[in-house]
C-alpha cells in the first residue's frame, strides 16, 4: 500500500482473498481509493485485464514504490502459487512493472531481471525509494537461488538506477545461519526476512527493524533489532586518487620486470604511496604485496636481469 500526499489517493496491489475454492488461490488487483470522497475504485484485476495489454498478474509478498514526481507505479519481486499436476507450487518472482497513473497502463520494464544480473527471485524484501537521485534501494528477504529450488535468507542491498534500468549489488553478508549471526550481532544485522525498512530522504538515512531471521530450529523466533545505515559515495577525488593508484601499480610492475629494482623501490615508496589510503585495509594490503612482488620477482630465475 502507498499513499499519494497531494492527492489523497491511496493505492493497494495484491495479496490473497478468500476464493469461494479454498482449493484454489485468489488475488486481489490493483485498487485506488479517494480519502477525499472515500471511494474505491478497480484499475486493474488479477483475473480480467484489458486485451492487447501488458497483464500485471496479482502476488504476494512483493514490493511497491510511489514516484510522486512522475505519478507512477513501481511494482517487482514477490510470490504467487502455479498449479502442476494437482501439485501447488511456489512461483517466487524477479519480474518489475510500472504502473503510469495518468495514463492508466501497464510497462513491463523486465520478466526476469535475474537473467539481467539483477536480484534473485524473492519475497518479502523490503523497498525504499530516493527520488532525487533517481535509485531505488531493495533489501533481501526470502530468497530462491537461481538455478534451484532451495530457499535461503540472505542480507543483500541492491541498487536499482531508474533512467539506466541497471541494478547493483551493493552488500552482501559473508554467510547465513544462527553461528553466523551470533558472531557478527554487534557489528551488522544478522540476515532476515519480513522485516521493515524506512528511507530518510533528507539525511540518506536508511532504518531496518525486526523481520524472521529463518531460524530452523526456531521458527517462532522474531527480531527486534533496530539499524542505522548510510551509504557513504566516494568523492571525485577519491576516485581520481583510486585510479592514478591502479596505473602506477601497473608501472611499477613494468619496470620490475625490466630488472631495474631500484628504480622501482624508488618509485614504490614515491610515487604510489603517496595514492593509496593507508586507512583503507583491503588498498593498504594491495600496497605492502607490491613490496613482495619485487622481492618475489628477483628470486625468479628466468627474469629480465638489468645490470646498474
Known sequence: MVIEPKSQMIYVFGGRTQAKNISEDSYSGLYSYSIKEDKWRLLRSDTNQPDNTVQLKSRIGHSMLLNPETNELYIFAGKRYKDFSNERKKNYLSDFYIYRIDEDCVIEVSRNYTMLGGPDAGFTQRATMDIELGELYMLSGLLSER???????????????????????????????????????????????????VYDTKRKVQYLFGGNPGEINDPCLRLNDFWELKLERPSNEDILRSAKFHIRKQKYKEICNTGNYLQALKYLQNNISEVVNHNDENESKEFRELTQFLFDIQKTPNSNKKDN
Do not use: H
Not at 552482501?172 to 558472531?183: A, D, H, L, P
Open 147 to 197: 538455478n534451484s529450488n532451495v530457499e535461503t535468507v540472505k542480507n543483500i542491498l541492491w541498487m536499482y538506477n531508474i533512467k539506466k534500468n541497471k541494478w547493483t549489488k551493493i552488500y552482501q553478508n559473508v554467510n547465513f545461519g544462527s553461528e553466523y549471526n551470533n558472531r557478527v550481532s554487534d557489528k551488522e544485522p544478522c540476515t532476515r526476512f519480513a522485516s521493515q525498512l
